[in-house]
Every structure is written in structure tokens, then in C-alpha cells.
């Protein structure tokens, strides 16, 4: 099971995505260092097991970000690398389409009082980010 929790570090709220074994109760740190300020959220596994999407804002650095930016990594935490990034949002609600060929996610814009959360879908590997959707809640693939 994937969980997160916040961390106060430097003063700076990070968020870490952890793997937790029901089996033995092992707690498995996903997110790197354990002082690495970064925010990690929204996790949603491959249908598969090979790789996660999740959300991360970094907080510090040359590729800091205001928002949060959709990324991938290996289901052990490796190889994490974004898969999107833009300045002028934030992502959430990841949802794999069951086949692990594309991705859905809530994209809002920042900065702007009136903005509302857009359904976005991009296919993988490479795909160019798709509008689904104006105004439209998070995303629930069907079977």
C-alpha cells in the first residue's frame, strides 16, 4: 500500500510517499533522503507494478516548482524522473488507464482566483497532455 505523510524540515512542510508491507508492517521510504525537501502526493500505482505516477514539488533548487508536477519512478522508488512539467500549474488526482497506457490527471492553474481544475489525459510513453475536460472533478478509470 502507498501512504504519505508531512514532515516539518528546515521549516518547510515535505511530504514523503512511503511503501508499507500489510505483511510485517515495514515502512519503505519512497521519496529518497530523508532530508530532501520535496512535497510527494497523489500516488497511483501501474495496474502492472512496475512503476508509479505520482505528484512532487520540489521546494528548493534549480528545478524548484510552484506547484506540483507530475513525475514516475520504479515501484521501489528508483529511477524517478518528472514526466511533466509546467510553472503556471499544479497536478493531481493521477489515474492509470487500466491497460498502464495513459495517464489522467487533474491540472489547475495557478495564480489565477477563478481557475478551475481541467481533465487532462496523456499517453504514454511520450504523449503531447490531451483536455479531457473543463471544470471536471478527479478521475476514476472503469474496468
Request: hydrophobic share 45%.
Amino acid at each position: 500500500m502507498l501512504v504519505t505523510d508531512l514532515v516539518v524540515l528546515g521549516g518547510e512542510i515535505a511530504s514523503r510517499l512511503w511503501l508499507a508491507d500489510l505483511d510485517d508492517g515495514a515502512l519503505t521510504n519512497l521519496s529518497g533522503a530523508d532530508d530532501a525537501l520535496m512535497q510527494d502526493g497523489w500516488p497511483a500505482w501501474l495496474p502492472s507494478g512496475e512503476w508509479i505516477a505520482l505528484t512532487r514539488r520540489l521546494l528548493i533548487g534549480e528545478r524548484s516548482t510552484t506547484g506540483q508536477q507530475l513525475w514516475l519512478m520504479r515501484s521501489d522508488g528508483s529511477d524517478a524522473h518528472s514526466l511533466l512539467v509546467d510553472p503556471t500549474a499544479t497536478f493531481g488526482h493521477v489515474a492509470w488507464r487500466p491497460d498502464g497506457g495513459a495517464l489522467a490527471y487533474v491540472r489547475l492553474v495557478l495564480g489565477d482566483p477563478d481557475a478551475r481544475p481541467d481533465l487532462w489525459l496523456m499517453e504514454l510513453p511520450a504523449g503531447e497532455p490531451v483536455l479531457l475536460a473543463e471544470v471536471s472533478p478527479a478521475p476514476t478509470w472503469l474496468p
